[in-house]
């Protein structure tokens, strides 16, 4: 039996009110039952956090730390919060119908997926966070970044494509991750992190409210709303989810490796866009309930808590290091200083272990980036505009995996030093793009599911504020390009 096959019933009509002028009814099956226990569906968080946990956290809220202070804390929890509603609200859709939430978003019109991609690309094309671990390769090792980067990159391509079933691959990636880079903050805390420091540190609940605007407050309102992910990284929650097998995400083929790994499904023209349940039964029900309570539990314990104890324990350090430093600058030359300082601090191994875990941490961030603009491409493009072609969404993931390390490759072998076109596109498109589609799923949730799965009361609220905080960020960094370019 394989991952689409369970719990088959004859088709009859659809009990959720799913538009169908863009996409096929969905088909009508049992929930399948939740574990008894969360543990065995501990993973898509732990890949959201460990995507996540990159420039950000490495450079972004430690550059704030060493500039304001502990202050600001309280911005990124703030951020991680606002982020956990909208990944909950993601899950909820896929949880319900095995649909991807973009997928879900076509139902209304046909081409919002094809915006999702087109903004996660324009967001993801620069390949600035392989470029960022190569630079701190070649602290430890010298040699060009350029070169290591593009080895990176093609590293990036293999390991993905090479896998069995990809997102095994990079779930088992991103645990390793996540273990070493929590050896090496249990390793900081001992012998980095001053005691002044700590004595600091409730100044970022104290200081609730407070903004060091001598940052600028574009730069804050970008930490808050990207703490953790942003971008196409929150709605790909619906593709992990699915191949980790959460409800009714469990009827649907995984993304495998056309070279090493099998098909689970053939893809037909009749097959249905989703699979739902009926929610008059009482079995569903409780199982559905189950699955909430487990799905909003696995995020807790993995997405959030993990990116809020990594941005603290990083903005602890820095604090430590560097807080008071003139001249440094919020790029990856921040972490040369935070390593010159931790040789002199603790000793020349733990600067260089700080460098190599920072490169690491970047790589696999870069890998998942890679994985989840793939992804979504292929999902949109097999469910909205090659359903009646026979090629399999994972061939379709396999070339778009490949087209987006050849461009980076390009970029970095003509020489760009991060064009400046690109990281304009990127910061304003990241912006405006969750402020979208955080007013989508609130209408996606109210309008497509059931009466007793839909979204309501605080979590509505949620969305608006995700709205308004998105908006205004959109808003904030359009101006400011516009200021600073014309």
Request: aromatic share 12%.
């Amino acid at each position: 039996m394989t991952h689409a096959d369970e719990h088959v019933t004859p088709p009859r009509s659809s009990p959720f009110p799913l538009r169908t002028q863009n996409l096929p009814a969905p088909e009508v099956r049992e929930l399948p039952a939740p574990p008894k226990r969360v543990w065995p569906i501990i993973g898509p968080g732990v890949v959201a956090a460990g995507v996540g946990l990159s420039s950000g956290e490495f450079i972004l809220w430690p550059y704030i730390a060493s500039q304001a202070g502990l202050v600001f804390l309280w911005g990124a929890v703030v951020g991680v919060l606002t982020q956990w509603f909208i990944n909950m609200e993601v899950e909820r859709y896929t949880l319900a119908t095995g649909e991807t939430a973009v997928s879900g978003f076509n139902r209304y019109w046909k081409h919002w997926g094809a915006v999702m991609v087109v903004f996660t690309y324009a967001a993801n094309l620069w390949p600035g966070w392989a470029t960022s671990s190569a630079t701190m390769l070649s602290y430890v090792f010298g040699g060009d970044p350029a070169i290591i980067g593009i080895c990176l990159l093609a590293a990036i391509g293999a390991m993905l494509t090479l896998a069995p079933v990809v997102y095994n691959a990079l779930e088992k990636l991103l645990f390793f991750k996540l273990a070493v880079v929590a050896v090496f903050f249990v390793l900081a805390v001992v012998l980095a992190v001053e005691a002044s420091s700590w004595g600091d540190l409730p100044d970022g609940v104290t200081h609730i409210g407070q903004f060091p605007t001598e940052l600028g407050v574009a730069v804050l309102m970008g930490a808050i709303a990207y703490a953790g992910a942003g971008g196409g990284q929150n709605l790909c929650q619906s593709n992990w989810i699915r191949d980790k097998g959460f409800g009714m995400g469990r009827y649907v083929p995984r993304l495998v490796s056309p070279i090493t790994g099998k098909e689970e499904a053939a893809s037909t023209t009749e097959a249905p866009a989703g699979y739902v349940f009926d929610p008059a039964d009482h079995e569903n029900m409780s199982r559905w309930r189950r699955w909430w309570r487990l799905a909003n539990l696995e995020q807790g314990m993995t997405f959030v808590l993990v990116t809020i104890v990594t941005i603290t324990l990083t903005s602890l350090l820095s604090h430590s290091t560097v807080f008071g430093m003139e001249g440094l600058a919020n790029d990856v030359s921040f972490v040369e200083a935070e390593g010159e300082e931790l040789k002199s601090a603790v000793g020349g191994w733990f600067g260089t272990t700080f460098w190599l875990i920072g490169a690491f941490s970047l790589f696999t961030a870069a890998t998942g980036i890679v994985d989840y603009t793939s992804r979504m491409a292929a999902d949109i493009l097999k469910s909205t505009y090659l359903r009646r072609h026979p090629v399999s969404e994972s061939r379709l993931y396999f070339w778009l995996v490949w087209g987006v390390v050849a461009v980076g490759a390009l970029i970095l072998l003509v020489g760009f030093d991060q064009p400046l076109v690109l990281l304009v596109i990127s910061a304003c498109v990241s912006g405006l793009m969750m402020f979208v589609y955080s007013i989508l799923l609130l209408v996606l949730n109210r309008k497509s599911l059931p009466p007793p799965l839909k979204i309501r009361n605080y979590r509505v609220a949620a969305l608006i504020w995700a709205v308004l905080l998105y908006g205004t960020l959109a808003a904030l960094t359009i101006r400011q390009q516009y200021i600073d370019n014309f």
